[in-house]
């Protein structure tokens, strides 16, 4: 199976408030995925009740600079 993003695909993004941010909702709502967004401020707790259960994928992450 091709590595990436596919329509019908959950993709977690865990990212400060940037302007990366809206661009990548879009990109994944292009691609007919579902973006789940987490504030990267989030307690351990708080993610894993946020994350579906099963969802076997890392989180797009963007490193605080």
Do not use: W
């Amino acid at each position: 199976k091709a590595q990436g993003v596919q329509r019908g695909d959950r993709v977690v993004l865990m990212m400060r408030n940037t302007p990366h941010f809206p661009v990548l909702d879009v990109a994944v709502l292009m691609v007919g995925a579902t973006p789940i967004s987490i504030y990267n401020s989030s307690a351990a707790e708080q993610v894993a009740v946020q994350l579906p259960f099963g969802l076997n994928v890392p989180p797009v992450t963007v490193p605080c600079r």
